[in-house]
């Protein structure tokens, strides 16, 4: 795999080489080991253009305490006005998630990842969108308002998806500002197949200076 510069609402490009009917976002991402993921989880990621899907389940939510969490609380409401993070925090909320998978006339495929999570009193969403594209071979993630720009590296581990973040960038137009390594919060995301069919879902975030201060983790079951 060769690093690009390019990620954010996101996406994944691949080496060079034409797309066929065959390919798959994530197997351009990931390659072979695509297919040593757990059944769900792999038909979970290998959807194909034209699909739109409805996961629905269960999330408990938290953020860390103490003077970390206060930081993080502002953070995370600054988060909360670009659809990218949010401060509530809950066991057994609400949460859905809805997918639309579409090609684009450069050979790149599409992905959307619409989280809603509903708190007793407020709902929050937590959207992105992941580019892939048949040139290269990471995954581009860019938050709701294409503000936030990520570069995310998924991996086969025992049948679990694992997904972590390298370099982050701010966008203003046709600017891209990186972010320092110390300033980023970096995700870790891990999903997997239970024995009953469930996805589970484990998304924790960390920095350097607060540590491990966001997370959430659950079910859910495709609904449509």
Same mark, same amino acid.
């Given at each position: ?19 066929? !009917? =065959?390919?798959?976002?994530?197997? %351009? ?6 297919? &040593?993921?757990?059944? $769900?989880?792999? *038909? ?61 006339? !450069? =050979?790149?495929?599409?992905?959307? %990842? ?6 007793? &009193?407020?709902?929050? $969403?937590?959207? *992105? ?96």
């Amino acid at each position: 795999m060769t690093r690009s510069n390019t990620g954010s609402f996101a996406s994944v490009t691949l080496g060079a080489r034409e797309r066929t !009917d =065959g390919d798959r976002p994530f197997k %351009w991402a990931m390659g072979d080991a695509v297919h &040593t993921l757990a059944p $769900r989880v792999r *038909a979970h990621l290998l959807q194909p253009p034209g699909t739109v899907a409805t996961y629905r389940g269960r999330m408990r939510v938290w953020r860390d305490g103490g003077w970390r969490g206060r930081v993080a609380g502002w953070l995370l409401r600054v988060g909360a006005l670009g659809r990218t993070m949010f401060p509530e925090t809950g066991e057994d909320v609400d949460f859905e998630m809805e997918h639309t998978v579409s090609s684009h006339p !450069d =050979g790149a495929l599409s992905m959307t %990842w619409i989280r809603t999570f509903r708190f007793d &009193t407020v709902t929050r $969403r937590f959207d *992105a969108l992941m580019r892939f594209h048949p040139t290269q071979s990471f995954v581009d993630w860019r938050g709701a308002l294409g503000c936030l720009q990520v570069e995310l590296w998924p991996r086969a581990e025992d049948g679990v998806i694992i997904v972590i973040s390298g370099r982050e960038w701010l966008r203003f137009g046709p600017c891209r500002v990186p972010i320092p390594a110390w300033l980023q919060g970096r995700p870790e995301v891990r999903e997997w197949e239970e024995p009953d069919g469930t996805l589970w879902i484990r998304v924790e975030i960390r920095s350097t200076v607060l540590g491990q201060f966001f997370g959430y983790e659950g079910s859910y079951r495709r609904v449509r």
